[in-house]
């Protein structure tokens, strides 16, 4: 099983861009669709982007659809979330998580997750 570490949050104003990364351990991190999930104070956690397995295939919410962008580069065992044009209501602690070989953006079918970073974009 892979362990996940989250990086790259901050605060940005309005419009700016902001890269996430996650880094997982283990050797099978290939085998693995990965997603973000976001959860704001108050809210429920919710589903941001993924990646499957066999990086072909990518999904979003469509919230962030045309302003974000997930990647990953499995020689590094990393996935990317590439964030631009953020605005006030994307602030929330963003999640990595990893499901084996999955195909869902359903948060209870991912069980690997990390501890997050914090995203805040001041308006």
């Known amino acids: 099983q892979v362990q996940l570490v989250e990086s790259g949050g901050g605060l940005v104003q309005a419009g700016g861009s902001l890269t996430l990364s996650c880094v997982a351990s283990g050797r099978t991190f290939s085998d693995y669709t990965m997603a973000w999930f976001r959860q704001a104070p108050g809210k429920e956690r919710e589903f941001v982007a993924n990646?499957?397995?066999?990086?072909?295939?990518?999904h979003y919410a469509n919230s962030v659809k045309g302003r974000f962008t997930i990647s990953r580069k499995n020689a590094k065992n990393t996935v990317f979330l590439q964030m631009n044009r953020l605005k006030p209501e994307d602030t929330a602690h963003y999640y990595c998580?990893?499901?084996?070989?999955?195909?869902?953006?359903?948060?209870?079918?991912?069980?690997?997750w990390g501890q997050g970073t914090q995203v805040t974009v001041s308006s």
């Open positions: 990646i499957w397995w066999t990086g072909r295939s990518t």
């Open positions: 998580a990893a499901d084996h070989r999955g195909d869902s953006n359903r948060a209870p079918t991912y069980d690997v």
